[in-house]
Nanobody
């Protein structure tokens, strides 16, 4: 079994910052592709940022320069540092981890950017 647990969401004003954490545990290797999707009300889920097993990173165009994904391999944890947040960044953020038997998702964490 693989468990994925997110934390760090919340309410923040425009221009503020948040850091999301995602810890994966269970029957997986210590280094796996991981990343974050988000889903806003009435919209499709979209990939926000991903990091490969070789630490190659990819970002949604609208978050480039504002968000940074990183990992702590020893803890099998990835982080999403979100700066200069905008109201359009509001949504539920879901973490995923890819492994030999497929993909597991976290339960999601709400991020709300509002004055």
């Amino acid at each position: 079994q693989v468990q994925v647990v997110e934390s760090g969401g919340g309410l923040v004003q425009p221009g503020g910052s948040l850091r999301l954490s995602c810890a994966a545990s269970g029957s997986i290797l210590s280094i796996n592709p991981m990343g974050w999707y988000r889903q806003a009300p009435g919209k499709q889920r979209e990939l926000v940022a991903g990091i490969s097993s070789g630490d190659f990173t990819t970002y949604l165009d609208s978050v480039k320069g504002r968000f940074t994904i990183s990992r702590d391999s020893a803890k099998n944890t990835v982080y999403l540092q979100m700066n200069s947040l905008k109201p359009e960044d509001t949504g539920v953020y879901y973490c995923y981890v890819d492994h030999g038997r497929g993909r597991n998702w976290g339960q999601g964490t709400q991020v709300t950017v509002s004055p």
